[in-house]
């Protein structure tokens, strides 16, 4: 069970981030490719490299709205996940203490399973 809860975190943690890493690093890549074109135009020094050396700095940009974007998403689900469990063990907690056990980790993960089987 514990397993299984697990590889589904983890699975909704990895869509999380291709999600919002494929969205970052398409809005980054639109910025790269504005500012691209924008040099090009405005500045000779710029309109003299090479396609390869613009399409490096356009990928540059992907990569860093890819990666950013990513990280993002999975630092506030992270922050959901232990918002949640810290409100599922407060009230493990209270509800050990009302039965008059003490609770421990092990304690804590009884109540859990108990609370999942009902």
Avoid: C
């Avoid at 809860?5 to 494929?22: F, H, L, S």
């Avoid at 399409?55 to 993002?72: D, K, M, N, Q, S």
């Amino acid at each position: 069970m514990d397993r299984a809860r697990r590889r589904a975190d983890a699975d909704r943690a990895y869509n999380a981030q291709v999600q919002a890493g494929t969205i970052g690093a398409v809005r980054a890549t639109g910025v790269g490719v504005g500012l691209a074109i924008i040099a090009h135009y405005s500045w000779p020094w710029f309109r003299r490299q090479t396609l390869a050396f613009k399409g490096f700095l356009v990928t540059g940009f992907a990569v860093f709205g890819l990666v950013t974007h990513a990280e993002r998403a999975l630092q506030t689900l992270e922050a959901e996940q232990r918002k949640v469990e810290g409100a599922l063990r407060r009230e493990a907690r209270l509800a050990l203490a009302r039965k008059g056990l003490v609770a421990t980790e092990t304690q804590i993960e009884k109540w859990k399973a108990e609370r999942l089987s009902r």
